[in-house]
């Protein structure tokens, strides 16, 4: 079945980065479209970035684009995130999902798949 795992999450101090991986199994990874969201406490889940199957289309919301990079590899049936000049504002539970389709979605609810989650703290 399918299998989500998060990691890289911790304490980074603002302008830092860090690089979350999301490694998965048990479905056919190159044909999903992947994405990365996040909840902070007291607030809905939002979408951060979503690559498609084969990572020729990305998508990535305002407050993170220019400073994250959502990337694939389709061999080690892996995603990752790399977040750079981090912000407090950035502090929340960090969340990988598969769609069903190759194609992104902006919506959580488009993603059937999600895994436990990693926190990123950011805080000096």
């Known amino acids: 079945q399918f299998h989500i795992a998060e990691s890289g999450g911790g304490l980074v101090q603002p302008g830092g980065s860090l690089r979350l991986s999301c490694a998965t199994s048990?479905?056919?990874?190159?044909?999903?479209?992947m994405g990365w969201f996040r909840q902070a406490p007291g607030k809905e889940r939002e979408e951060v970035a979503c690559?498609?199957?084969?990572?020729?289309?990305?998508h990535y919301s305002d407050s993170v684009k220019g400073r994250f990079t959502i990337s694939r590899d389709n061999v080690e049936n892996t995603a990752y995130l790399q977040m750079n000049t981090l912000k407090p504002e950035d502090t929340a539970v960090y969340f990988c999902?598969?769609?069903?389709?190759?194609?992104?979605?902006?919506?959580?609810?488009?993603?059937?798949?999600w895994g436990q989650g990693t926190q990123v703290t950011v805080s000096s």
């Open positions: 690559i498609s199957a084969d990572g020729r289309r990305i």
């Open positions: 048990g479905f056919t990874f190159n044909y999903n479209a």
């Open positions: 999902a598969s769609r069903l389709i190759r194609y992104c979605s902006i919506s959580a609810a488009d993603f059937p798949h």
